[in-house]
């Protein structure tokens, strides 16, 4: 039998008992699956939501379809690559027309200018006046690569410390004010010699997306992403002040579940959105004063594989630290500004990135309004009638969570061979309807999987809601130990497996300047906060609790948990401790920390909203992060295999 994975690969049985089960297309996938005729798989792209009835039947078709559609290692004969970058050239010339359209905005017929200045306005009404001392909060590296490093040196103490840091001449006043207006940085860069070196522009790359095509993105010098970092943080935070957080990806869920039911909203996606933001449009769209600080941190030309450097049509791409903000900005605005012309109310409105949701009424002047600014509708991924709505990695079908999981590696290592055997038991769960009980159908794929886990990890349970650091088990059978109160927290605790790093040595001026970069940041995030106390969502109780400054200019609560508020869904940092740097593998977990007495704390904690939290604590003078605990508030049982 001929097969797409390796023999070390753990998934092969439980992938082909799964595709068994999945109905007439997953039995066809199977066989085409097993008989190594990848090619053929590609015609499985998606399925037709309106030729099914029942949702459970049509979850089993899409799970089928989406199961392998990720997984790098499929031999479609496809230059993945190739096709990313013909795909890049198609949105240049995209972007080329648009900019030369938008260089006669005067021809424009009345309807379109009229939603054009509509949008202008509600831009100029979210985002106000830029100021460079606003962005202070936000400044940051990313964890990335950048035009000169590779991404296993993306961490910013490698980014402070690099003497010859990338910037582009444009770029460059502005980083040479921003280190002048600290002496401490400063005396830094003069003592220890550091001398930008001016590149042109940024690097194209491409990366895995599916098996039909990789994703483009542009790699940029290293601290025009420190400048961009900077702008998107400020813009975000704008844009939470008009009612779009960006950081809360569950507005958009709830609105596609509410579609599917209703039929009254659409859910939108677009092709290759963030390659076709033209420069005209942005142009006409910002006020001038952000207008002038995006162009001048953004990069005008980039480096292709040939060595080529191309002038961008496009004024951001993927890569870019303020694209996702800005393309965000501009399809809020256009949607809004198409509402407010049709007199539709916008109250259900909602943008993420390219993932759009606005009322039916309104989708066939929005689509023709993207289509003049320069964007192309997929209508592969977007929803406008039928039972079927998708949104921010959502999928319902009349109202039901029929979401696939995705195998996009090979299964070797215990965390990945959990993570399929939990998987299946989540599609299980959600398969039999009922809100208790599994699907009797995938018990088969399940007991394969399950044995596929080494016998040292079965042992670890945790019940559903709480990630995949063991096996998942009903409450009954994760059997926790109950805890008193602390702090906050009340609950039960269970061991989970959590993956221990080895500790790297961070030393001398760059761990130094990281360090204090943080704090100066925290510094000012915090003044922001209170700044901006009656323009954010930020969770007052019924007592109406104030926020108060505490001596280390942190933000604190009063009758209010501060992880309520204080650590952000998805959040990732690095830990330091006595000159050494953790990097914490459960990416999920909120970080943050908190020194005192030079003894360190470390908190992990992840606000749910069936209330879980959780919660890692090293003890006094043990810095290395090992099990975990976790304290359950509520939970819910999966129930016996039925059928």
């Not at 280190?179 to 400063?186: E, G, K, L, N, V």
């Not at 890569?319 to 996702?324: A, E, K, P, V």
């Not at 360190?600 to 749910?608: F, G, N, Y």
Request: charged residues 25%; aromatic residues 12%; glycine residues 8%.
């Amino acid at each position: 039998m001929k097969t797409l994975l390796s023999r070390d690969c753990l998934a092969v049985g439980p992938v082909l008992a799964l595709l068994s089960e999945c109905g007439p297309i997953g039995v066809q996938i199977r066989d085409l699956f097993s008989s190594g005729r990848h090619s053929e798989l590609l015609q499985y792209a998606t399925v037709d939501p309106s030729g099914f009835t029942c949702w459970q039947e049509y979850m089993k078709a899409y799970q089928a379809v989406s199961l392998l559609r990720k997984y790098p290692g499929l031999t479609t004969g496809i230059n993945t690559a190739r096709v990313a970058m013909e795909k890049f050239e198609v949105s240049e010339n995209q972007c080329r027309t648009t900019n030369e359209r938008f260089a006669h905005v005067r021809t424009f017929d009345f309807a379109r200018r009229s939603i054009l200045e509509l949008a202008r306005n509600e831009v100029k009404r979210t985002l106000r006046d830029f100021s460079w001392d606003s962005t202070l909060p936000y400044l940051s590296f990313s964890g990335g690569a950048t035009f000169a490093t590779k991404r296993k040196f993306g961490h910013p103490w490698y980014k402070f410390g690099d003497l010859t840091p990338t910037v582009t001449g444009e770029a460059l006043a502005l980083t040479s004010a921003l280190i002048r207006s600290s002496p401490f940085m400063a005396s830094i860069w003069m003592v220890n010699g550091v001398n930008p070196k001016v590149c042109l522009g940024s690097r194209i790359e491409t990366v895995p997306k599916d098996s039909r095509s990789d994703r483009v993105i542009a790699v940029e010098p290293l601290w025009n992403m420190y400048l961009q970092k900077g702008i998107g943080g400020l813009m975000r935070a704008r844009l939470k002040q008009s009612n779009c957080n960006l950081n809360d990806q569950s507005i958009n869920q709830r609105l596609a579940l509410l579609g599917s039911v209703s039929n009254r909203l659409a859910t939108i996606d677009l092709a290759s959105a963030s390659d076709t933001i033209s420069r005209g449009l942005v142009e006409f769209l910002l006020p001038e004063s952000w207008l002038v600080a995006m162009k001048s941190c953004r990069s005008t030309q980039s480096l292709t594989k040939g060595g080529k450097w191309i002038f961008l049509q496009k004024f951001s791409s993927m890569g870019n630290g303020y694209t996702f903000e800005l393309e965000s900005c501009i399809f809020l605005a256009l949607t809004r500004a198409v509402c407010r012309f049709l007199d539709v109310a916008d109250s259900d409105v909602s943008v993420y990135g390219d993932d759009i949701i606005c009322p039916v009424e309104a989708v066939g002047l929005l689509k023709e309004t993207l289509e003049f600014c320069g964007f192309s509708m997929n209508l592969e991924k977007s929803f406008i009638e039928g039972p079927f709505r998708e949104s921010c990695g959502k999928h319902y079908f009349l109202g039901r969570d029929v979401t696939p999981f995705y195998l996009k590696k090979e299964v070797k290592t215990p965390e990945e061979s959990i993570w399929l055997c939990n998987s299946i038991k989540r599609l299980a769960f959600r398969l039999q309807g009922l809100d208790y009980g599994l699907y009797g159908g995938l018990r088969k794929a399940w007991e394969q999987s399950y044995a596929q886990v080494d016998p040292r990890y079965r042992g670890y349970s945790v019940p559903e809601g709480v990630g995949d650091g063991g096996i998942l088990r009903d409450w009954d059978e994760v059997s926790p130990k109950p805890r008193p109160i602390q702090g906050w927290v009340e609950g039960f605790e269970t061991k989970i497996l959590l993956r221990k790093y080895d500790k790297f040595k961070a030393r001398n001026w760059p761990c130094l300047v990281w360090r204090l970069s943080e704090l100066e940041r925290r510094d000012a995030a915090s003044s922001a906060m209170v700044e901006f106390t009656h323009h954010t969502h930020l969770p007052f109780d019924d007592a109406g609790a104030k926020p108060l400054v505490s001596p280390s200019s942190r933000v604190a609560w009063t009758d209010l948990p501060s992880w309520d508020w204080s650590l952000s869904p998805g959040a990732y940092r690095s830990l330091i401790a006595n000159d050494y740097v953790y990097a914490p593998w459960w990416k999920p977990w909120c970080v943050d920390v908190l020194v005192s007495e030079y003894r360190l704390k470390v908190l992990a904690k992840q606000k749910c909203d069936d209330g879980i939290s959780l919660e890692i604590s090293s003890p006094s003078g043990k810095y290395k992060l090992g099990s975990a605990k976790i304290q359950v508030r509520q939970w819910t049982n999966l129930g016996p295999w039925c059928g």
